[in-house]
Nanobody, 127 residues
Framework: QLQLVESGGGLVQPGGSLRLSCAAS????????IGWFRQAPGKERAGVSC????????NYTDSVKGRFTISRNNAKNTVYLQMNSLKPEDTAIYYC????????????????????WGQGTQVTVSS
């Protein structure tokens, strides 16, 4: 059974840090690029970051560049999102998703390209 399970969310003060994890099972992990997405209340789901199959390429939405870092450990079937200098506008439910892609060095942020999704983890940035 294919699963993506996010963890690491929580409540943090502005300027703080969190590290999200996305643990995968039930599929060949390195066949997939992995993306992180978020959905704030009243807003559409939006791409945050993605990482290619072997981790050599990454993409970030402009609002998180320089603050967030995505990485993956294929031996552990896990992708991480290190989030630093968090702002209240980062508050959202964060989802990871898997994109079956043939190219090793590409990842895509449009949500429509992703095949499988986790259940999400809440991140709240507030004082």
């Amino acid at each position: 059974q294919l699963q993506l399970v996010e963890s690491g969310g929580g409540l943090v003060q502005p300027g703080g840090s969190l590290r999200l994890s996305c643990a995968a099972s039930g599929f060949t992990f390195d066949y997939y690029a992995i993306g992180w997405f978020r959905q704030a209340p009243g807003k559409e789901r939006a791409g945050v970051s993605c990482i290619s199959r072997r981790g050599g390429s990454t993409n970030y939405t402009d609002s998180v560049k320089g603050r967030f870092t995505i990485s993956r450990n294929n031996a552990k079937n896990t992708v991480y999102l290190q989030m630093n200098s968090l702002k209240p506008e980062d508050t959202a439910i964060y989802y990871c998703a898997a994109d079956r892609i043939l190219l090793f060095s590409v990842c895509r942020l449009p949500a429509t390209t992703y095949d499988y999704w986790g259940q999400g983890t809440q991140v709240t940035v507030s004082s």
